[in-house]
């Protein structure tokens, strides 16, 4: 082997070792951020939104009552 092959292929393994180390940094350190905790939002001094609820619909005194049939014992 020639003195250029060798260098060759040391600038080949070099740039290699450099891909995969910035590759390595950014691919671990997404999981690092997937993984922590997000910031909670400060809550801020805002009045409550108090939610009426309907009212419940009266019952109609006209309206006639279902017949209940008796229960023999």
């Known amino acids: 082997m020639s ?3 060798l260098e060759l292929i040391i600038n080949g393994v070099t740039d290699l070792a450099g891909i995969a180390a910035v590759w390595s ?6 999981i690092l951020l997937a993984a922590s905790p997000k ?12 939610t009426e ?3 419940a619909p009266e ?3 006209t309206a006639p009552l279902p017949k ?3 229960v023999a014992s």
């Not at 940094?25 to 997404?30: A, E, P, Q, S, T």
Request: hydrophobic share 30%.
């Open 25 to 30: 940094l950014i691919y671990f350190r997404r």
């Open 59 to 61: 019952a109609d005194e």
């Open 3 to 5: 003195t250029f092959n």
């Open 39 to 50: 910031p909670q939002a400060v809550p801020q001094d805002k009045p409550e939104k108090k």
């Open 53 to 55: 609820t309907p009212p």
């Open 68 to 70: 209940v049939k008796a």
